[in-house]
């Protein structure tokens, strides 16, 4: 009997998803929102074959806190400020508190409940140079860490980098990252990275600033790359590329935008990867780290 094609089905139930949880801070400026989170997803696997267990489930109950400082002038096209997110979650330590030896439990019942936690941090900033003509730099860093050797990374909730970001399924809690000029995906291993390190400057110029169709032009560089041990995080170690795009703004879509990169680096495990790339994207949060 063949595998199913897309075997892999995910149940998710949010316990606790509120945006009134967030809240805003007058110290040390009134740009800070604290936020907090709770919430459960359930994972079935069903003839799985690229995971670590064909068949099984997992749970993932988290509690996720984020602090972030928001001093940006404008949403669609920011001239000035800065926006940085600091955020941290996790899941209780239930090898610490249920004495199994994980050691010798197979992978259906290692990540029955799954046990992690996941810092992120990434800076945005804007600066105007000439008129309406916008410098942005961005920087962003995260990492996935584990409680029990025995056990090591999970999973689930890896970095996947390359591409437009728009590219996968999202079914493991994995983040699906983009690197424009790269095939998508490819600048992480198979089974996704547990850090990873991104950084993009870009000057945009705006043809129309027009509420109902705002369209900007862009030049970009980025660079990124994702590891599987905190211990080889190099985060200089990264492949490049560089190239142009453009974003149209329509309050029915929302953000379209379309660029060309061009990949500076070569990547072992794509030998036939294209040196250029087109790039779809929608959203201007979509595929970011």
Known sequence: MGKKLYPFQEGTL?????????????????????RHELAFQAYEMQDWQAFIFDN???NNFFYRVSLNRNSLDQIIYPKLGSDIKASLQVTPPYSKMNGKDYALLQPQDKYKWIEYYKWKVTVDWYTPIVQNLVFKAKAGYGFLGFFNNDIGPAPFERFYLGGSG?????????EIIALRGYDDGSV?????????????????YPLSLNPSATIYMLAFAEAG????????FQ?????????????????????L????GYRLDDISSRPGMQQSQIHFTIGANLGQL
């Open 166 to 174: 728009l590219t996968g399924f999202q079914l493991d809690g994995r």
């Open 235 to 255: 985060p200089f170690n990264v492949n490049k590329s560089a190239g142009v795009g453009v974003r149209i703004f329509l309050p029915m879509f929302g953000l």
């Open 14 to 34: 949010k316990l606790l998803q509120k945006n009134d949880l967030g809240k805003r801070l007058k110290w040390p400026d009134d740009y800070f929102v604290l």
């Open 188 to 204: 992480s291993p198979l089974t996704g990275g547990t850090s990873i390190a991104k950084y993009t400057a870009e000057l945009r």
């Open 257 to 260: 935008g379309l660029d060309w």
């Open 56 to 58: 099984g489930y997992a």
């Open 225 to 232: 790359n994702t590891w599987n041990d905190f211990s080889n």
